[in-house]
């Protein structure tokens, strides 16, 4: 991200007075946000990913606020998307607002064959997520097993049916398909 881009960025966020669906902005004055990894594994999981921008307080109609010490919070953004697995590689930069520190993180979503993304110490049936409107959503485990399927085509239909025999076939329907196949 460019300065022209956060620029651009918050003006939108004052004028709409809401996030949009791909950005979260937290105020993170002293420290990364505790459950900051639900937003990088719902952004990661989501199509086109999203942007964090820490040092921009949502309740003050996102106020630049600021962080005190940019690259600690820079690098402990790092640190968390490197306990997501599998690990997310954002573009974290840091931008002078007006005097003060704004931490950007653009999320990229994960290629389809990597999803679903999660934090590793909350494990897969807690710490996936996806992006609903402007909050992070955990996953249902409906929702984690599409994920998981969509890796790859789906191969269970290869799987032989229980207690089924040859002998349960319609003859006359398989043949029809072997017709129609040659």
Not at 45 to 58: R, W, Y
Not at 102 to 123: H, I, N, Q, W
Request: glycine share 8%; with cysteine.
């Amino acid at each position: 991200m460019i300065r022209e881009d956060l620029e651009e960025l918050l003006r939108d966020l004052q004028a709409a007075r809401c996030e949009p669906a791909h950005v979260e902005a937290k105020a993170a004055r002293k420290r990364v946000p505790q459950r900051i990894w639900e937003t990088i594994s719902a952004f990661a999981n989501t199509a086109g990913g999203g942007v964090v921008v820490l040092g921009v307080e949502e309740e003050q109609e996102f106020a630049v606020t600021g962080v005190e010490d940019p690259g600690k919070v820079q690098s402990d953004l790092a640190s968390v998307c490197d306990q997501m697995e599998p690990p997310v590689r954002a573009e974290i930069g840091r931008f002078d607002v007006g005097g003060k520190w704004v931490v950007v993180a653009e999320v990229p979503e994960l290629p389809y064959t990597d999803k679903p993304c999660f934090y590793r110490p909350a494990g897969l049936a807690n710490g996936v997520f996806l992006r609903v409107a402007d909050g992070d959503r955990r996953a249902t485990v409906h929702e984690v097993q599409l994920l998981r399927e969509a890796r790859g085509q789906p191969q269970h239909d290869l799987e032989p049916v229980a207690d089924a025999a040859p002998a349960d076939l319609d003859r006359d329907r398989v043949q029809a398909l072997l017709d129609s196949l040659r």
